[in-house]
Structures are given as structure tokens and as C-alpha cells.
């Protein structure tokens, strides 16, 4: 956990220690002892604030995300605008939670990003959809066709069933339970699913996916 706010700090420590099965491994309150971090045991998740003391938390997940792929990175902060959001991102962050929740749905929160999942505050959901349905976003352009489609990552069987289970809005203990399997297991094959098609959330895999034609339009 990269965090300045004492209070804040003391109060998401004292919520993952009552967790059985979570573990506190690092705190850092700035952006260098955040940094400093990154040599120490890889952990599943990265908890990082962005108004640090001496910079900002966007260059620890930048860091982190370069030398952590695998880790997953989620932004508790209290800044709300759409920068800060865009630009962590895009530096790799894959949650986003603005600090006005208790720590106890924090925590819950941690568990759904290790299981796959995206978590975004409801207000920066809304912020991120309002900005693709504006007409003048790239996102929102038809897209010029030249007649060339990028090629298809090499994906399991097992990687396309659980990419399939994914599309359908299954949760990773669901997808387990259907496919018999545990559910680190599953977490696996959602891990190699996003390093093979280089995306961070379950949106970008389903959206990647049919791109490549990996899935029915």
C-alpha cells in the first residue's frame, strides 16, 4: 500500500489484518518510499493513492506495472477528475475507488480485483462512460477499414472457454464451479488471458477478443 493519510493508512491496515485471507506486505507514504517498494516481494495487489508528498502515485503505478505485470494495481484516492483517472489507466492501474468507502468494502474490493474484476467507484464509471459516448472521441469513431484484421492471440482451449465464461458475466468462482477446477486455477487462465491479448480488465479482454475474431460478434 502506497498511502500519505495516516488515518487512511491505519484504518485499511487494521481492515486487511481482521481479513483471513489477506496479508499486509509493504507500506510506503510517499512516492519515493513507494518506488523503493517495487525491490521487495512481489504482492497480488497494489493499493496506491495519487497526492503523495513528493509526486505523484500514477509514477508508482507506472513502475509497478512494468516490473509487477502480473500484480494487480488499484487507486484509492480522493481525486475524481477525468485526468487522474485516465492517465492511471493507462499507466496500468485496473481499479479505481475514490476514498468514500469504509475499509471493511475496501477489502472487498481487493478480493474482486485479485478474482479478475474491475473495481471503479459508481461516480467514475459514469464519468468514463459520458466520455466515450461523446461523438469527437476516438473511441466512439467508426474505424477505417484496410481489409487487414491483427492477428489472434494463441489461446488455450481452456483459455477460450474461460474467455467465453468471461463474456457471458460468469464470476471467477462461478467459472471454477463450471468448469471443475479451482479457483486459482481459473485466476491462471484469466492472468494468461490478458497478458496474451496485452489488456488489464475483463472489458478490454471481451472487446480485444472479438476484434480479433477470437469471439461471435
Known amino acids: 500500500m ?5 488515518n ?7 481492515a486487511i489484518n481482521t481479513a483471513p485471507d489477506m496479508a499486509l506486505v509493504g507500506v510506503a507514504s510517499t512516492r519515493s518510499q513507494g518506488l523503493r517498494l517495487l525491490d521487495q516481494q512481489e504482492p497480488d495487489v497494489l493499493l496506491v493513492d495519487l ?52 475499509p471493511d468494502r475496501l477489502v472487498l474490493e481487493i478480493r474482486s480485483l485479485h478474482a479478475g474484476g474491475s473495481p471503479i467507484s459508481p461516480l467514475i464509471a ?22 487487414a484484421k491483427p492477428q489472434a492471440a494463441a489461446l488455450s482451449a481452456r483459455e477460450r472457454e474461460v474467455l467465453e465464461f468471461i463474456t457471458k458475466g460468469f464470476a471467477s468462482n462461478e467459472i471454477a464451479a463450471l468448469m471443475s477446477v479451482s479457483h486459482h486455477t481459473v ?30 460478434s
Request: net charge negative; hydrophobic share 45%; glycine share 6%.
Open 51 to 102: 497526492g503523495l508528498p513528493d509526486g505523484s502515485g500514477i509514477d508508482v503505478i507506472r513502475a509497478a506495472h512494468a516490473q509487477w505485470p502480473a500484480c494487480n494495481i488499484m487507486v484509492s484516492t480522493a481525486f475524481g477528475d477525468e485526468a487522474h483517472v485516465m492517465q492511471s489507466l493507462e499507466a496500468g492501474a485496473a481499479g479505481y475507488l475514490l476514498k468514500d468507502s469504509a
Open 187 to 216: 485466476l491462471t487462465y484469466v492472468r494468461r488471458i490478458y497478458a496474451k491479448l496485452e489488456v488489464k480488465s475483463r472489458t478490454e479482454a471481451v472487446y480485444e477478443a472479438r476484434n480479433q475474431g477470437l469471439l461471435a
Open 126 to 147: 459514469r464519468q468514463i462512460l459520458m466520455r466515450f459516448r461523446q461523438p469527437d472521441h476516438p473511441a466512439a469513431a467508426p474505424v477505417e477499414r484496410t481489409g
Open 2 to 6: 502506497v498511502e500519505d493519510d495516516v
Open 8 to 14: 487512511f493508512q491505519n484504518a485499511v491496515m487494521a
